[in-house]
């Protein structure tokens, strides 16, 4: 007797879904896909349970005849590609003709179904694998289906799906995903008849994130437009400069109108945002991607929504230009322009720690202009700002010509600076001071062979050393934004920090940018040790930056309330 067996298709199929359908929003995910092959304008979805109980997906697309409806629930019977070589150029989300007999293997479901050519409909009921009836009902076009019982005639699966809450987060978030896709159609999206969201289609983007995100994420974001090279289109919404998520969720990436994630779009975007918001965290986006089909790999796992490109550094190339673009044309805080008039005060190129005399140091040859963060008062005038007072905690209360604004002054400080140290490097005129007294430098092997290493960068950065022995270094001269007095402990961070974080010391343009926010953290001031003037004309230099709205490492520099705000608020 041959111990080998063909599989009974139940048996096969319950194998499959097991790939196919790993939990409730699975099912939601590969039912939704089907509704939008099928062309609908309106897809509604009710869940129960988190989708234990029930799931109900119910379109307006093209429908099925009876034929169709029952060749369906066959393994491999798909209307979507009829040769291999099809795969190429899939535009359909589905296509491998096995989520319909997957499901229906592991649930109680009921297929109702309609084409607009037929004057009724068609209902398939089975259990588990196995048909219960089929007959005629009557109904408008299009196709419900019904999902029950989830995994109840495979009890061993039931225990790997989470809590209700858990579950029903997975589905909101897909539906989400998808709802967002596609401005085209309208979603409804319902717990136990609780109505969870209602997008029209046909809606702007903004009031289509407003619909499905909340208002106050659509607060967050700003239109970006449509940017094009080569083959490739990319609009969406981004997140305004210093708003920023501990996670992914919302950074949303879209491709050929298919929510994907991909590691290249999202690290594109998050390397974008690069001085707005805090290292680690991620930026808020909408993304939408057009690419040729071609250019994008899709068949991979059929749960996973991971695509890869051909040519991946192009795409990333393309996306991180973009947005670089769109985010200099805000002036990086998103925030009105008209607000804000330039003005030619300079930005202040020297800077002074807080926690010394504003003296020069007496070891310095030639004393560095003194901080130039003073000009005349009358200058706010023209910005727009109006100082009223100081706040607890280094911050500053101002009047602007729309409502009011908080100005955090450290952080304000530190953008300024950091710009200005950035600007130095660019225009490769980095000031040096050398030392009347040179300073010794005893270093242990690991930050020698660094200082060693890294002598070229060190020195076009305004350092220069003198090497006396082994391990044993002389200061001759700093670059002047660099205060004397701290200049050993902050060589020292230096290169333990260039020794940890090679990667962002290894390009000149990263090394430049990392020691710039290595001297802003050591040297910005505090607000009590600046006068009023010296405040206004923080915030004149300020609004000369790139990026007024943040701190180099992404932190609001200010917060703004307009009158309308306020209006609202006292409603
Ligand atoms: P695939 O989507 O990979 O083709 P499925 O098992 O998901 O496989 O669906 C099988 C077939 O059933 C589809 O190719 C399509 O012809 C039909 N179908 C499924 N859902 C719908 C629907 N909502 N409206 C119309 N036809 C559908
Ligand atoms: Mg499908």
């Known amino acids: 007797m041959s111990l080998i067996r063909l599989l009974p298709p139940t048996v096969a199929n319950q194998i499959a879904a097991g790939e196919v359908v790993e939990r409730p929003a699975a099912v939601v995910k590969e039912l939704l896909e089907n509704s939008l092959d099928a062309g609908a304008t309106r897809v509604i979805i009710d869940f129960s349970r988190g989708g234990k109980a029930s799931m109900i997906i119910e379109d307006n697309g093209q429908g099925m005849t009876p034929e169709d409806a029952a060749m369906s629930l066959q393994r491999h019977a798909t209307s979507k590609i009829r040769l291999a070589s099809d795969l190429d150029r899939i535009a359909t989300f589905g296509f491998r003709g096995e989520a319909l007999p997957s499901i229906a293997s592991v649930a109680r479901f009921t297929l109702q179904t309609r084409p607009s050519s037929s004057t009724s409909g068609w209902e398939i009921a089975v259990n588990a694998g196995r048909i219960l009836h089929q007959r005629e009902l009557g109904m408008a076009p299009g196709t419900r289906i019904e999902v029950t019982n989830l995994f109840h005639p495979v009890p061993a699966r039931l225990k790997f799906l989470k809590s209700d809450e858990t579950e029903a987060a997975h589905i909101i978030r897909l539906v989400r995903l998808y709802a967002i896709s596609h401005p085209e159609v309208g979603f409804l999206l319902r717990e136990d008849g609780r109505e969870i969201f209602r997008s029209p289609g046909q809606v702007p983007l903004l009031e289509r994130v407003r619909a499905i995100w909340g208002q106050q994420v659509a607060e967050e974001v700003s239109l970006m437009p449509l940017f094009e090279r080569s083959g490739m ?190 600007q130095q490097f660019s225009e490769q005129k980095t000031v040096s001071q050398p030392l009347l007294v040179s300073v010794h430098l005893e270093l242990d092997p690991l930050p020698a062979a660094v200082l060693k290493e890294k002598l070229e960068f060190l020195t076009t950065a305004g350092f220069s050393f003198e090497e006396y022995g082994r391990h044993f270094w002389r200061i001759v001269a700093l670059p002047t934004w660099l205060n004397p007095d701290v200049a050993l402990s902050f060589i020292r961070d230096l290169l333990g920090e260039m020794a940890r974080r090679e990667g962002d010391f290894g390009r000149p343009t990263l090394a430049h940018d990392a020691l710039a926010k290595m001297a802003v953290q050591r040297a910005y001031r505090k607000g009590d040790t600046l006068s009023d003037a010296e405040l206004l ?28 705000d306020l209006d609202r608020r006292f409603g």
Do not use: C
Request: charged letters at 20%.
């Open 537 to 564: 004309a923080l915030v004149q230099s300020l609004f000369q930056t790139t990026q007024p709205g943040t701190d180099p490492k992404g932190r609001r520099t200010y917060l703004e309330w307009t009158d309308a």
């Open 233 to 422: 289109r990319l609009s969406g919404l981004l997140g305004k400069p210093g708003v920023s998520r501990g996670t992914r969720q919302d950074l949303v990436t879209v491709v050929n109108g298919r929510p994907v994630d991909s590691r290249t779009m999202a690290f594109a975007l998050t390397e974008s945002y690069h001085t707005l918001i805090p290292k680690g965290r991620y930026p808020l986006a909408f993304a939408f991607l057009e690419i040729d089909p071609a250019w994008v790999d899709v068949n991979v796992h059929p749960a996973k929504r991971e695509v890869r490109f051909r040519d991946e550094s192009r795409v990333r190339g393309f996306i991180i230009e973009s947005v670089l673009s769109f985010l200099r044309s805000q002036g990086g805080d998103g925030l009105p322009r008209q607000t804000i008039t330039p003005i030619e005060t300079p930005v202040p190129l020297s800077i002074e720690p807080a926690h010394t005399p504003m003296a020069p140091s007496p070891l310095v040859a030639q004393p560095a202009p003194t901080t130039s963060i003073s000009s005349p008062v009358t200058s706010s005038v023209r910005l727009g700002w109006k100082f009223l007072h100081r706040l607890r905690g280094d911050k500053a209360l101002f009047e602007t010509p729309t409502g009011f604004a908080i100005l955090n002054i450290g952080f304000a400080h530190q953008r300024v600076l950091y710009e200005s140290i950035l």
